[in-house]
């Protein structure tokens, strides 16, 4: 393992980072801008002033505490769901040989392929006549549907890639099928599913049509409806409280990923196979 | 599954232990099954694309207001949006997931959604309230063909009025705000200098064009259609709308050819075009993002082709409709007349003064309407707003004399007339034929 | 014998067990509103009662005569290919750059995904504002560099406004490709790089040579995604630049969603979507068959 940091690397890597992430730095300036600075058309990137009222009238005046909770749920039941069954059925689809395997495999990816915008009537009715209509479950549900299909692949495509020597060995050693799929698969497949476990948990995070349509009660209300909604309409649109909504909805974000970064880190994988 | 909880073997998560897991999916449960603490009361759902926190405020007041008063029933405040309500409602109607009461959806929306047996007729309302409180004429949008009202107004817009800075106007030696469209054209000429322009309308693909550039072809002295709604676009009007908007185009920013609202009402606020088109929003905008020129701006109606042409304004007739289907209709109607009680009513304006005008009588004199600093401050503009948008039009009712129009919200959805002036102005394509192809389109549409 | 055989069955069992839950979530959440949808495009339905009047094929014979439909598809086609190219480019760099031990290394990471979990409303809305010619950054500050002197209109013009959505998206989504790329990178061995050094390759032929086939099967994997969500995209386009000037971005998406909720449609919408669902399958279908002779 490298220890040595690799400076240059870190010379061409941050400015492009820093490029990347432009918009966030832009969105936080803007958030303590005063209203008056918003639109000056010498644009700077300093703030004359700094105020944090649009935080607090966002956090005080708004239900976006409660929205704020409603997505965590949301996104966390959504990622534990799909991850869950994903694993299973990637191992499945890369192990296991059944007739009619790869067929299954193309028809799951082939429910990709119909644009959202003509399910969510149908599917909204099927919710509404198993009761489910109004409530978090039911995005958890639609959701779920949704993230299926990639998050199958994906992992397909990581565990694949993990050679069977050590499984087998496994299970000479007197390990069943399914001991060795935890002792030993899960351990290599887990930056697939960590990274797996971060895009559903994204997707969760962001989703709008289907949130706007299959909740309407601001109790199960998740952020993106509760926030747009809120701060956007066809002749105004709140500025300054919606960069102070953004910044709040992607810091927390920031920080949670970056702790589970470590997950996806060299040693887990790469240890395991030698010679 | 069984396998991964066994006792013994690691779980796969080695930070969360299983306890945390099991508690925080225990709660996430209750969250997600939307058991909250159940009510016995009759529960009224409120919806609204006007939800700022403002506005939330004043409908929270409302809301406790009126449950205080009548302890059987909770009405609950949800918000929809300007731009996805089209998803919630078609949603809403095939499940029967009805909400109560909608309020501040554009008058065309609810001629559309009458016409299909989707809402209740609301003349009870109107009534309780009393017909005559109403400004004159602020509910003909709503009549139907079978005699009743489809919706009640609850509030105005004068979508499209003339803003101008009176100093920069005075400054290039204009003593008063242009009348007509060359006076206009030759304000621009005078005042356009690097950092200014002299207008900031839209010529983007979006509704902001297509409801702009009818107010043009109105304001020539045409109309989209006849009163009886055969299609009358193609016909001199439209082509002098059409030469004017095209010869305004240098005075407005380059972004304009995708201009919608935002950038719009921005690019008059910031102090980057000497004029603008839009409604009250100024006002609180510029007091908020811009307080500089805040003694130098004012408003006036557009100007019209030529002195000979009446004035027509767009007013969106934000209004107060109740679907069909809803449980409780009774009080419904009650919520919805406590709605008007003044010292409420007037709370809902104050939250976005001078933009949501009052539609009864007895408001705009009111100490307590006045008792609004914008309001105070802007007598004359917001005066002349509320009688221009009384008097207002739009797609939905083009003229007093056209019969309602029930395909409005779909001809702007289609871009159609957006989409003819973006042809015209910014492709160069020569306006015959692309006039000629939008009359065609627009037909189709009404058939459909 | 007979041991084996029930070995074998016992073990295919299993398989089938494990994709079960799959399997019952997707049929039973998408494959009625999949097949709702298609048996729609055979009707004219008015979208908010739902109700309508069968009409056969007259759906797809009005779409394929419109024009319309071909403009949008091409337009589809130029927009997916240049995004994809872009994320995917990006996406793989990125994630080199990121496996290398560089300092703040976890932040770089969360800081390059910051696109893909910000909102894509609130992304518009800010790309929108920086990209304004009267009080945008991206003018200003190549204004101020001195590369141009005059704002561009970005986004009210073609083809810049093309580039500019391609660039948007790209920004938007390339994280996926790194995360994914990144993930795959960390599991190959140490050993295969150690090897290609001994027998004297340098970094770019341990590239060629060591990395890219060892990322073959998850880049075969992202880049059939990407390109599946690319072409389905709505959100981006729709709120960028509304399908304009004149149509130059109107991509098949947005047609669906117009015909859907703005023209109250959804018989035609369905249309549209099928037509889209069969144009993405043909190319998923040569696409894995092809990536699947190159892998053998």
């Known amino acids: 393992m490298k220890k040595r940091p690799a400076w240059l690397a870190s010379l061409i890597t941050w400015p492009i980072v820093l490029l990347i992430a432009f918009p966030l730095l832009w969105m936080l300036i803007t958030s303590v801008k005063p209203a008056a600075e918003l639109f000056s058309t010498s644009p700077t990137l300093l703030p004359k002033a700094i105020t944090f009222e649009h935080y607090a009238r966002v956090l005080q005046d708004t239900p976006f505490l409660q929205y704020f909770a409603n997505s965590m749920i949301l996104a966390t039941s959504t990622t534990v769901v799909v991850i869950s069954i994903s694993v299973l059925g990637a191992y499945s689809l890369v192990r296991f040989a059944y007739p009619g395997r790869e067929t299954l495999a193309s028809l799951v990816l082939f429910t990709y392929l119909l644009p959202s915008v003509v399910l969510i009537s149908p599917l909204y009715l099927m919710l509404v006549s198993i009761g489910l209509a109004n409530t978090l479950a039911s995005l958890v549900i639609a959701y779920t549907s949704f993230a299926l299909p990639y998050a199958l692949w994906l992992l397909r495509s990581f565990m694949a890639g993990i050679p069977q020597d050590l499984e087998s060995a496994a299970m000479v050693d007197g390990a069943s099928r399914m001991g060795a799929f935890i002792d030993v698969v899960l351990p290599q497949a887990l930056p697939g599913i960590i990274s797996t476990a971060l895009f559903t948990f994204i997707l969760a995070w962001n989703e709008y049509l289907y949130a706007l349509v299959l909740v309407n009660s601001d109790e199960a209300r998740p952020l993106t409806t509760g926030v747009m909604t809120m701060l956007i309409s066809a002749f105004n649109i709140e500025w300054s409280l919606l960069m102070a909504a953004s910044v709040l909805m992607s810091v927390p974000l920031i920080i949670i990923f970056a702790g589970f970064q470590r997950h996806l880190t060299s040693g887990f994988g790469a240890g395991g196979v030698k010679g | ?448 | 014998m007979l041991d084996a055989m029930s070995r074998e069955r016992r073990d295919a069992l299993l398989g089938l067990l494990l994709i079960a839950p799959t399997v019952l979530v997707l049929g039973a959440v998408i494959v009625y509103p999949l097949l709702s949808a298609i048996a729609l495009s055979f009707q004219s339905v008015y979208t908010p009662t739902l109700e309508g009047h069968w009409v056969g094929l007259a759906n797809y014979r009005e779409l394929l005569g419109s024009g319309g439909f071909w403009a949008a598809l091409l337009t589809t086609a130029i927009w997916t290919a240049g995004t994809l190219t872009l994320q995917i480019v990006i996406g793989v760099a990125m994630a080199l750059l990121l496996h290398q031990n560089i300092l703040f290394r976890s932040l770089a990471r969360s800081l390059v995904l910051f696109p893909y979990f910000l909102s894509t409303v609130v992304a518009v809305l800010v790309w929108r504002w920086l990209f304004n010619d009267l009080y945008g950054i991206v003018n200003h500050g190549l204004m101020a560099a001195g590369i141009i002197d005059a704002p561009v209109n970005w986004l009210g013009a073609m083809p810049n406004a093309m580039f500019s959505i391609m660039v948007v998206g790209a920004w938007k989504f390339f994280p996926f490709v790194v995360i994914a790329v990144l993930a795959r990178l960390q599991t190959i061995p140490e050993s295969l790089y150690e090897a290609a050094r001994i027998d004297g390759a340098g970094p770019i032929s341990r590239f060629f040579d060591v990395t890219l086939p060892q990322l073959r099967e998850v880049l075969t994997i992202v880049i059939l995604l990407r390109t599946v969500w690319d072409f389905k995209e709505f959100d981006l386009i729709y709120l960028m630049t509304g399908g304009g000037p004149v149509n130059g971005t109107r991509t098949l998406p947005l047609i669906v969603y117009q015909q859907a909720f703005g023209l109250n449609q959804m018989g035609m919408a369905a249309a549209y979507a099928v037509s889209m669902m069969l144009v993405m399958l043909v190319f998923m279908l040569a696409y894995l068959q092809r990536a699947r002779k190159a892998a053998a």
């Open chain 2, 1 to 448: 599954m069984g396998d991964l909880m066994e006792p013994g073997r690691p779980p796969v998560l080695s930070p969360i232990s299983r306890r945390t897991a099991l508690g925080v999916l225990a709660g996430a449960g209750a969250a997600l099954s939307g058991c909250g603490g159940s009510d016995n009361r009759t529960t009224l759902r409120w919806w609204s694309p006007q939800a700022a926190p403002d506005q939330l405020k004043s409908y929270k007041a409302r809301i406790a207001a009126f449950e205080a008063a009548n302890p059987g029933i909770r009405v609950v405040f949800e918000p929809t949006s300007d731009e996805g309500y089209p998803a919630q409602f078609a949603a809403a109607f095939a499940a029967k997931q009805l909400p109560n009461i909608v309020t501040h959806l554009p008058s065309f929306a609810a001629q559309n959604y009458y016409a299909e047996g989707l809402l209740e007729p609301v003349d009870d309302v109107i009534n309780a309230i009393g017909a005559t409180q109403f400004l004159d004429g602020t509910n003909d949008i709503y009549r139907t063909a079978d005699n009743r009202h489809c919706a009640l107004a609850i509030g105005n817009t004068a979508v499209d009025m003339l803003w101008y800075r009176k100093d920069v106007l005075q400054a290039a030696g204009i003593a008063a705000p242009p009348k007509t469209w060359d006076e206009l054209r030759l304000a621009c000429q005078k005042l356009q200098k690097p950092g200014l322009y002299g207008a900031a309308l839209p010529y983007g693909m979006n509704a902001m064009t297509s409801l702009i550039f009818i107010g043009f072809i109105h304001r020539a002295g045409g109309q989209i259609f006849t009163p009886d709604l055969a299609v009358a676009i193609d016909s001199q009007p439209t082509y002098d709308a059409l030469e004017y908007y095209r010869s305004m185009r240098e005075f407005c920013p380059a972004g304009a050819s995708n201009f919608s609202w935002g950038e719009s009402l921005t690019a008059f606020v910031s102090g980057a075009t000497a004029t603008g088109i839009y409604g009250g929003r100024v006002l609180a905008n510029v007091a908020a993002q811009n307080p500089a020129i805040a003694d130098a701006i004012s408003c006036t109606v557009y100007p019209t082709m030529s002195a000979a042409n009446p004035a027509w304004t767009f007013n969106d007739f934000p209004c107060l409709m109740i679907p069909k289907g809803a449980p409780h209709l009774a009080e419904t109607k009650a919520f919805a007349a406590a709605l008007y009680q003044p010292e409420f009513y007037i709370q809902q304006l104050h939250a976005a003064p001078g933009h949501v005008l009052p539609v009864l009588k007895s408001v705009p004199a009111d100490p307590r309407y006045q008792a609004n600093t914008l309001i105070a401050r802007y007598p004359a503009e917001i005066d002349l707003m509320t009688r221009t948008a009384a008097t207002g039009h739009n797609l939905g009712q083009e003229t007093a004399g056209h019969r309602p129009n029930l395909k409005a919200n779909e001809i702007i959805a289609s871009n159609a007339i957006a989409e003819l002036v973006q042809r015209v102005v910014l492709n160069n394509e020569a306006p015959k034929p692309a006039v000629a192809a939008t009359a065609k389109r627009l037909a189709e549409l009404m058939r459909a």
